[in-house]
């Protein structure tokens, strides 16, 4: 078995590597000039980038800046899926799949931020 870094035991980023290979057949579809591609390509890419920088920060402040940045990625990613409907390039059957997966990486995310930080995602808050 190959040896893995921290980041890859993590069943979060396994989930948003595997996100970004469920978009590549979406981005594919959508038509080069189309300004969502740009970012549906960037930010499906950020997710799994910060969550393996954030995962090797020593500090728990540093572990949840990048946390948060592959959050909002992710969230990026479900409005630029809601976007492809919206301009009827894809129908919501075709990206539910997409959905249930970011669905799936932003509780976990939430997860990791309140587990790294005292102060956040607080009930009642």
């Excluded at 890859?8 to 396994?14: A, R, S």
């Excluded at 189309?34 to 572990?63: C, I, M, W, Y």
Aim: charged residues 25%; contains cysteine.
């Amino acid at each position: 078995m190959p040896v893995q870094f921290s980041h890859e035991k993590l069943i979060v980023y396994q989930k948003s590597i595997q996100f970004v290979a469920w978009s590549l057949d979406l981005i594919e579809k959508l038509p080069k000039t189309h300004f969502v591609r740009n970012q549906l390509e960037r930010a499906s890419t950020s997710v799994p980038l910060n969550l393996a920088e954030g995962n090797g920060k020593s500090s728990e402040a540093d572990r949840c800046r990048y946390f948060d940045i592959a959050r909002g990625s992710a969230l990026e990613c479900a409005a630029a899926l809601d976007v492809i409907v919206a301009k009827k390039v894809a129908s919501i059957e075709e990206i539910q799949p997409g959905r249930d997966l970011l669905l799936e990486i932003v509780a976990m995310q939430v997860g990791m931020i309140k587990a790294n930080s005292s102060s956040r995602f607080k009930e009642g808050g």
